[in-house]
């Protein structure tokens, strides 16, 4: 179990108790007895009050919490959840993730997880902790900036890649981006260890996003859900290790990838066609379409999946052909 320091909403006991042997010549185990590790993995278990809490037992939980490999911020659970007053609320957010990342004593932040509703007095902030993030040896990045209400919204954060040097990009593993805007810069030569990319709400064009992924050579989880290309999902390259991929609401007019071990593909959103020309044994494909007479999604699904072999298909309404003995 990783130690990870979670600021969020959940609940906890507010205290811990050993329970004490009553065996002859055995003394009381009390916490600070514990292992460091076990007393860090302790402390990733509690929301922000309990974790300034323990802070205070003695000099030994001074500074636990500051060693944390992963950081989770959340806004509910960072600021007590008083939305009465959201500038308040934003500002007491802001200056908790500051106030943690400066005292921050760890060798490297294996993960950094930020999830509060985008605000334009936000950016400057968000800038900062992805600077620490690459400074900091990250591997997993997680920034869900997505509003509550998001719809007519087009402001989004634009994702600052140009921080990312070489080293820096080569460390990611995972990242996942909600409520941000992508531009590829000129030097970006893609992500050559990432494992895991999950795209929410996303703002990019369809050539960046292409060529994003087709420098991506060791993906094998991708999830792209409401990212409104109104063009081609395509890539090219070969993405030989991809095994998962789900593309959810989104507008695109094709879905077309070079994938010979996908096993696993998920689609819902409006009939369009789907091509995997190289895949060589697609197990399980989930299917739902908005809109598609069953004959014809079926049809174009197996010939142009030709490998699959579970196959689940919804259509909503339901359109079926049906021909009269006269046209026959």
Same mark, same amino acid.
């Given at each position: 179990m990783g130690d990870f320091l979670i600021m969020s909403k959940e609940t906890t006991s507010n205290s811990y108790y050993v329970k004490a042997s009553n065996e002859k010549g055995r003394r009381n185990v009390k916490l600070e007895d514990l292992p460091e590790d076990v007393l860090r993995t302790i402390l990733s278990k509690l929301p922000v009050k309990e974790v300034l809490k323990t802070s !205070? =037992? $003695? $000099?030994?939980w001074r500074y636990m919490w500051t060693v944390c490999p992963k950081l989770s911020f959340n806004s509910v659970g960072v600021c007590g959840g008083d939305r009465r007053d959201e *500038?308040?609320? %934003?500002? &007491?957010?802001?200056? &908790?993730? &500051? =106030?943690?990342l400066q005292k921050y004593r760890g060798k490297e932040v294996e993960k950094l997880e930020v999830r509060f509703a985008f605000d334009s007095?936000?950016?400057?902030?968000l800038t900062y902790w992805i600077s620490y993030a690459v400074s900091s040896r990250t591997k997993n990045i997680a920034f869900d900036l997505a509003p509550i209400r998001w719809g007519g919204r087009d402001d989004r954060y634009i994702f600052p890649l140009e921080l990312f040097d070489s080293e820096s990009i080569s460390r990611l593993q995972c990242i996942q981006l909600s409520f941000v805007s992508l531009k590829l810069p000129t030097h970006f030569r893609g992500f050559q260890n990432l494992r895991k990319l999950d795209l929410n709400l996303l703002h990019v064009t369809r050539k960046d996003l292409e060529n994003m992924l087709s420098n991506c050579d060791r993906l094998e989880w991708l999830s792209i859900v409401r990212c409104h290309l109104n063009d081609e999902l395509r890539v090219e390259s070969p993405l030989s290790h991809l095994m998962y991929l789900r593309v959810v609401n989104c507008i695109v +007019? *094709?879905?077309?990838?070079? !994938? +010979?071990? =996908?096993? +696993?593909? %998920?689609?819902k959103g409006r009939f369009v066609p789907i091509i995997f020309p190289h895949c060589l044994k697609m197990e399980t494909a989930n299917i739902f379409f908005f809109? !598609?007479?069953?004959?014809? !999604?079926l049809g174009a699904l197996l010939n142009d999946i030709p490998s699959i072999q579970n196959l689940t298909l919804q259509i909503l309404p339901l359109q079926i052909e049906v021909f009269s003995s006269n046209t026959i």
């Open positions: !205070a =037992l $003695s $000099s030994q *500038k308040r609320s %934003e500002q &007491n957010f802001v200056d &908790n993730v &500051n =106030l943690v007095m936000l950016v400057d902030h +007019t *094709k879905v077309q990838f070079h !994938a +010979t071990r =996908l096993s +696993t593909f %998920e689609y809109k !598609a007479v069953f004959q014809h !999604a």
